[in-house]
């Protein structure tokens, strides 16, 4: 039988994370994004399941710079396509500052429909661990599966859009990115995001009719505001993970 963690343990759970989390899962759910952090151990990283339809993988970890990155790649590796991902930072009194990634995906090596085991669950979490501790390069691997997934053809450009938007919290910048979806797309985002020396603080994905949306509250590894020159930069290096065509360009000026 699956364990659950104490009432006590998902209360305190509950308020190391944003006020909008409480009020979007349902009991059953929460208890199981805890139970994944309450029992994680002295490992890096654990991943479970969550959700009646199947298609939820909860992974906590010890919240470092690039950890989103090597998380999709792990994915990407994995054989899960994600049509929904959220991105939360919470503060443990143990372990510091964790992790607590969501996302709903899809097998492309089982049949449609095909619902999530705890045999996934325990893939992904290898792959990661392979990543983390060096052992394996995820952007080698995400470069094998895009080499795998592509068509026959080139690949026509990608229209984006990468804007800042307002945050009425003042401290934390939303960077939102609207394009088309691709294979490895969120670990192009999230790399460029780390080659920037940033902080994803929160974020959430979403994939519609091929079209991706996403949204990141970030900060600088120091916890500091982004300024307007570093958000430019990141405007640009951004666009650059979009389009990767655009990284061999020559300089100009």
Request: some cysteine; proline content about 6%; hydrophobic content about 45%.
């Amino acid at each position: 039988m699956a364990r659950h963690p104490s009432a006590e343990f998902v209360t305190a759970f509950v308020e190391s994370l944003p006020r909008a989390y409480a009020n979007k899962y349902e009991p059953e759910v929460v208890i199981a994004h805890a139970g994944v952090s309450a029992f994680r151990g002295e490992g890096a990283v654990a991943v479970g399941l969550f959700g009646r339809a199947g298609n939820g993988l909860c992974v906590v970890a010890d919240d470092r710079p690039g950890l989103l990155a090597v998380v999709s790649a792990s994915l990407l590796a994995c054989n899960f396509d994600v049509s929904h991902a959220e991105v939360y930072t919470r503060h443990d009194p143990k372990r510091g500052k964790e992790a607590v990634d969501l996302f709903w995906v899809r097998k492309l090596d089982a049949p449609p429909g095909a619902g999530l085991v705890k045999a996934d669950a325990e893939r992904l979490q290898a792959a990661i661990e392979r990543f983390l501790s060096g052992a394996e390069d995820p952007r080698a691997a995400v470069e094998r599966q895009i080499a795998q997934r592509a068509g026959a053809g080139p690949r026509p450009a990608m229209d984006a859009t990468v804007r800042f938007v307002p945050d009425q919290s003042g401290g934390l910048a939303t960077l939102e990115v609207e394009t088309a979806d691709r294979t490895g797309l969120l670990f192009s985002l999230a790399s460029a995001l780390f080659s920037q020396r940033v902080q994803i603080v929160e974020s959430e994905v979403r994939t519609v009719d091929d079209r991706v949306f996403d949204r990141f509250r970030i900060v600088e590894l120091d916890g500091a505001p982004i300024n307007s020159a570093h958000r430019l930069e990141i405007q640009v290096a951004v666009l650059n993970a979009i389009e990767p065509a655009r990284r061999s360009a020559p300089p100009t000026g």
